[in-house]
């Protein structure tokens, strides 16, 4: 999967979703060949964005964090192994 940061704070992300990668809701199984643009809220402006092989994360201008794919081994940072 990939996942870019613009720089007006827009997230897009395509490629396989295996584990929820892509952070769109979608299936597991899907493949999105093209980039779609991560909906997040308006209020929700993005400063930095990491990508890990199965997981990704965001910090916003408000000092917030935000993560989604493979919860193995608990590297989603929220308490439990859950893949979102």
Do not use: K
Not at 29 to 52: K, N, Q, T, W, Y
Request: net charge negative.
């Amino acid at each position: 999967y990939t996942a870019c940061l613009t720089q007006h704070g827009e997230v897009y992300t395509f490629g396989s979703n295996e584990f929820g990668t892509l952070g769109l809701g979608l299936a597991e199984e899907e493949e999105i060949l093209v980039p779609l643009i991560m909906p997040l809220d308006a209020s929700i402006v993005v400063r930095a964005l990491s990508c890990g092989p199965f997981h990704a994360a965001l910090c916003t201008h408000d000092q917030r964090v935000y993560t989604w794919g493979c919860g193995e081994s608990g590297r989603l940072g929220l308490g439990d192994e859950d893949d979102r």
